[in-house]
């Protein structure tokens, strides 16, 4: 049975996803990762967060005999229309989100639509549509305070306009290049 931490999202737009191979950040440790663009409007969603929000809070303090909870507590959960935590704005993307990422050591679970596993990594995308099983706790620690989120599972719903850079298929390729001429080709390389 689920935690009151943890909570299924409604529909989200994934970006930077880091889901099929675990990647370091700040010297930390290797995770799987990736970024959800919440809308400011699925208010189901957003009501759900709060309320794991502060079940992570409540479990901190039963779990460390009453100890009080950390002030100042940092969130996972920012505003795509405000200003990143560490400085500057946050992508065009982001309006109208709010925008959390999550990770885990742990491959999380990957899905399609139908439950089927997903295995080819150019399948996930920053860019495509999806929902996200995540789980939030309390973190203390080398005075760095606050409250995150973990991530279980991946749900991709649809695909979407890929965000920065894009995805290559086989259709894309063209065969006019077979049509060109060799000696210009040659003069071109100098």
């Known amino acids: ?33 990736v970024t959800l663009l919440i809308s400011k409007k699925d208010k189901a969603t957003l009501a759900k967060i709060k309320g794991a929000i502060e079940a992570a809070k409540t479990l901190y303090m039963q779990r460390n005999s009453g100890k009080k909870l950390p002030t100042n507590l940092k969130s996972t959960l920012h505003d795509g229309d405000g200003e990143r935590p560490n400085g500057g704005e946050f992508g065009e993307e982001c309006k109208g989100c709010y925008v959390m990422t999550v990770s885990s050591k742990n491959p999380p679970v990957i899905v399609d639509a139908d439950k089927v596993p997903i295995t080819d990594p150019q399948d996930l995308y920053s860019g495509c ?20 989120a973990g991530l279980n599972g991946i749900m991709k719903l649809y695909d979407g306009e890929p965000l920065g850079g894009g995805i290559v298929t086989d259709d894309m390729w063209d065969d006019d290049w077979q049509d060109e001429d060799d000696d210009n080709f040659d003069d071109l390389l100098g």
């Open 1 to 33: 049975m689920a935690s009151s931490t943890q909570i299924t999202t409604g529909k989200v737009r994934f970006s930077y996803c880091n889901l099929f191979t675990p990647r370091a950040m700040d010297n930390g440790p290797a995770k799987y990762s």
């Open 129 to 148: 549509y999806g929902r996200a099983i995540i789980n939030f706790y309390v973190y203390d620690t080398q005075g760095n305070k606050g409250v995150s």
